[in-house]
Nanobody
Framework: QVQLVESGGGLVQAGDSLRLSCAASGRAFSTYNMGWFRQAPGKEREFVAA???????RFADSVKGRFTISRDNGKNTVALQMNSLKPEDTAVYYC???????????????WGQGTQVTVAS
């Protein structure tokens, strides 16, 4: 079983940067594909970024060029570095284990509790 805990959210101004972290329990973290997702009030949860066990990455078009994703297998963490934040980035951000390929995922497991990111204009 995997437990995921997101942290690092907060209130920032447009144009600011924020770094989110997802801490995982368990010994198999290095074998997992991991992803970041977000959900704004009244909207569906959407894909943000993913990183494979081999550190290949994929990003949603809306964040491409602004966000980066990385992992530290020694610390069992995956990070989302968010730069040039926009009010449209305001959402609760979640991490999850990606089933299948990050390019053609079959599902997502072990959602964390989420961390709130609010970008003021």
């Amino acid at each position: 079983q995997v437990q995921l805990v997101e942290s690092g959210g907060g209130l920032v101004q447009a144009g600011d940067s924020l770094r989110l972290s997802c801490a995982a329990s368990g010994r198999a973290f290095s074998t997992y594909n991991m992803g970041w997702f977000r959900q704004a009030p009244g909207k569906e949860r959407e894909f943000v970024a993913a990183i494979s066990w081999s550190t290949s990455t994929r990003f949603a078009d809306s964040v491409k060029g602004r966000f980066t994703i990385s992992r530290d297998n020694g610390k069992n963490t995956v990070a989302l570095q968010m730069n040039s934040l926009k009010p449209e980035d305001t959402a609760v951000y979640y991490c999850a284990v990606v089933r299948g390929s990050i390019w053609s995922p079959t599902g997502y497991d072990y959602w964390g509790q989420g961390t709130q990111v609010t970008v003021a204009s």
